[in-house]
Nanobody, 126 residues
Framework: QVQLVESGGGLVQAGGSLRLSCAASGRTSSTYAMGWFRQAPGKEREFVAAISWSGGNTYYADSVKGRFTISRDNAKNTVYLQMNTLKPEDTAVYYC???????????????????WGQGTQVTVSS
């Protein structure tokens, strides 16, 4: 069992930056593949970024590529999402997710993940 707790959300002006953190607890949580998803009001939850268990592979949604960076510190059991040049359309609740990997893969769909955090609100004002 893995527990995930997100933090770092808040209100920021367009063009600003935020760094989200996802602290994982539980046995072998540092060996899990991780992902970030987001859900805006009235919309489906969508993929944002993913990272392999080692951190060697990453993948991004086209909408955030070049602006967001996912990383992890396995010694701290924490995954980060650095968000730069934020836009109003980035406003959403951001969720981190985890799964036991089959290899060094990254995973990009909701059904790939077994564990979810409660989410943290990010609001970008124009």
């Amino acid at each position: 069992q893995v527990q995930l707790v997100e933090s770092g959300g808040g209100l920021v002006q367009a063009g600003g930056s935020l760094r989200l953190s996802c602290a994982a607890s539980g046995r072998t949580s540092s060996t899990y593949a991780m992902g970030w998803f987001r859900q805006a009001p009235g919309k489906e939850r969508e993929f944002v970024a993913a990272i392999s268990w080692s951190g060697g592979n990453t993948y991004y949604a086209d909408s955030v590529k070049g602006r967001f960076t996912i990383s992890r510190d396995n010694a701290k059991n924490t995954v980060y999402l650095q968000m730069n040049t934020l836009k109003p359309e980035d406003t959403a609740v951001y969720y981190c997710a985890a799964r036991r990997p089959l290899s060094g893969s990254v995973y990009t769909t909701l059904s790939d993940y077994h564990y979810w955090g409660q989410g943290t609100q990010v609001t970008v004002s124009s």
